[in-house]
């Protein structure tokens, strides 16, 4: 089956070092059954090998540099500039899609969306250490709209950009180092709605550092409230609530250690029937 009069989406995916993990990445794209895709990669100067893999992956990529950057949201404003498609996917090299039928599953989708939204997004998966499924992560725009003028509660890998969305709002803020992909849909979603991809699980998310790290995510809380207040927003509960567990997090690390306050935290996610997380990642 021909996809070529349907839209055209384009990956940007964002690496530095990223060698044992972006050959995954870039199959997963490889292996979609929806060909009308475009694959752009921009590497911030690694030196483990990823330079390689990329030459060896050419015929896969429609375009590709490697060349110091200022981070990742420099490096997905530099993929914005190559760009071709109607909608725009940006992943991480830890990041993959979820099977070869995603994007087939999402183009469906996304050509009944008005032309007045411009942001979907999906579910992605969690997966803990060994790459193993953790659970899903994405709720319905009706459940989390007034919430995400507080909190990122939209998964970014999960989320599918309209061309339309940087023409009129620009692109990345580069003086985010964690939050900038939540201010450029602030500028957006603050006013509008997004749309909300049904029974499609988007991306595959490895955990770790930021998302386990409670100094890191104290950066993260930061940021968002620094997003929050460019866009006038009041300081809301569900942003004090995350800094109150934040550093509850923080004085376990500390008093108790790593390893011991990680099984406690999953003590309690067992107590409110989830599942384990803090243990696994």
Known sequence: MSHLSSPLVSIIVAVFNGAKTLQQCIDSVAQQTYINIELIIIDGGSTDGTVDLLKANQENISYWVSEPDKGIYNAW??????????????????????????????????????????????????????????????????????????????????????????????????????????????????????????????????????SSNPKESLVLLHELRRAQSMHGLPLGRFWVFALVKVYIRLILWKVLGEKLTRKLLDVGRRGMGLQPYWTQT
């Open 77 to 210: 404003n530099k993929g914005l500039t190559q760009v071709k498609g109607e909608w725009i996917c940006f992943l991480g090299a830890d990041d993959f899609l979820w099977d070869a039928q995603v994007i087939e599953l999402i183009s469906q989708q996304l050509e009944k969306i008005p032309s007045s939204i411009r942001v979907a997004y999906g579910k992605i998966m969690l997966l803990d250490n060994d790459a193993e499924p953790l659970h899903l992560v994405g709720d319905s725009w009706g459940k989390v709209q007034e919430r995400f003028k507080q909190m990122m509660c939209i998964p970014h890998q999960g989320v599918m950009h309209r061309l339309s969305l940087f023409d009129c709002h620009g692109k990345f803020d580069e003086s985010f180092r964690i939050a900038g992909d939540y201010e450029l849909l602030m500028r957006e979603l603050k006013t509008a709605d997004a749309a909300f991809l049904l029974n499609v699980v988007v991306a595959g998310m490895r955990q770790g550092g930021i």
